[in-house]
């Protein structure tokens, strides 16, 4: 059977109609993803593979997207490793007991056979949705060292992380222990995904942009490249994408990446100047023009094909993720509206 056309765009062979899904298509915009959700918490929801492949194939089904993307959290694997860990309504992921100190490092659980366990209901879930998903592949993803290590050094969410930035700095031995444990963590979670049955796999360093180039790829890179060096041998495509990172492309291409996502903030054109040649690209529609008129919305989605049109292969997606108060509809209509669209070279 031929590849759906999303995961030949990622593998730099371009289709005369757009591909597209969304960060964070799933949840809260859904009224049918908050009634199935009713009573239970998002890592229990994620844990139950029945609800989480339910949850997965809601979007497919409403908007006609091209990908589903696994639902779960970027948290899920720490969870399942036995820490302590919950996703506070309207906040994000908390920690019951940061980890700050290389005392805290040490103390980490070991990733065994226990860990390995604890991935069944994962497994599980991706199997249940690609039967459901049918030709439409699923996307995997996990976290980046990074942008984990930063729920569990602050705490829970923050905008500078400037408690992470520190320790990498006063002690980047101990950083490095606590970025390779997370590397171990989010990559043994990614080739779960895959084994199971997804065709994609994108690496969320949603937070990296806080960081300048040198410190990247002196306390970052190596550890991202080791999650991703975990479905290296995998025939799967791996998207990275980091929120204010454009200054980060290369080296996060450079990472082991085989596609790179892009924010908002920069036109795809000119990221395309940056990457090598042949980097297929994703993104990278403003989520605030899904709060404007129609019209904006359309002529930014043309804007979106018309940077794109260059790239070796190009999914559309958005800047960042959905925001909870989306119109559904404004989704949907976006999607219809991109499908219409031919793309191919004049
Ligand atoms: O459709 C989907 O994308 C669903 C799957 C998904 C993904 C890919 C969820 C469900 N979370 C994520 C990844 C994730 N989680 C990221 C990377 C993507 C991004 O940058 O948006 C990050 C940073 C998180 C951490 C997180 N989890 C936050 C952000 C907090 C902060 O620091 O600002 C939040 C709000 C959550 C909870 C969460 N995760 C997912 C959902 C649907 C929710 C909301 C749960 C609820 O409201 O009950």
Not at 22 to 48: H, I, K, N, W
């Amino acid at each position: 059977m031929a590849d759906a056309s999303l995961l030949q765009e990622l593998r730099g062979v371009r289709s005369a109609t757009p591909s597209v899904w969304f960060m964070r298509q799933a949840g809260r915009s859904l009224p049918e993803y908050r009634a199935l959700r009713e009573g239970t918490t998002m890592l229990d929801s994620c844990v139950r593979p029945d609800m989480a492949a339910e949850i997965t194939v809601q979007p497919v089904r409403r908007h006609r997207v091209d990908a589903g993307i696994f639902f779960s959290d970027i948290v899920v694997p720490a969870r399942q490793a036995g820490l302590g860990v919950e996703i506070r309504p309207g906040v994000g992921p908390v920690f019951d007991h940061p980890v700050r100190t290389a005392a805290d490092i040490d103390a980490l659980p070991v990733l065994g056979d226990d860990y390995e366990a604890a991935l069944d209901p994962i497994r599980e879930a991706v199997r249940l949705t690609v039967a459901e998903l049918g030709t439409t592949p699923l996307i995997g993803f996990a976290g980046a060292p990074f942008t984990v290590a930063s729920y569990m050094v602050e705490g829970g969410p923050s905008r500078d992380h400037l408690r992470t930035r520190a320790l990498m700095r006063s002690d980047p031995e101990a950083w490095s222990r606590l970025a390779a444990w997370v590397a171990e963590l989010s990559g043994r979670f990614l080739r779960a995904q895959v084994l199971a049955g997804a065709s994609a796999v994108q690496l969320f360093d949603s937070w990296v942009g806080a960081l300048g180039e040198e410190q990247y790829r002196t306390h970052v890179q190596p550890h991202s490249a080791a999650a991703l060096a975990r479905v290296a041998d995998l025939p799967v495509p791996r998207i990275h994408f980091g929120v204010g990172a454009s200054h980060l492309l290369t080296p996060m291409l450079e990472a082991g990446a085989t596609a790179m996502g892009v924010d908002h903030r920069m036109r795809l054109d000119r990221a395309l100047e940056i990457l090598p040649e042949g980097t297929p690209v994703q993104g990278n529609i403003d989520p605030a023009v899904l709060f404007t008129s129609e019209q904006a919305r359309f002529a930014e989605a043309r804007s979106v094909l018309e940077a794109g049109a260059t790239a070796s292969g190009h999914v559309v997606n958005l800047g960042h993720g959905v925001a909870p108060d989306t119109d559904p509809q404004v989704l949907t209509d976006l999607v219809s509206f991109l499908h219409e669209q031919d793309v191919r070279p004049a």
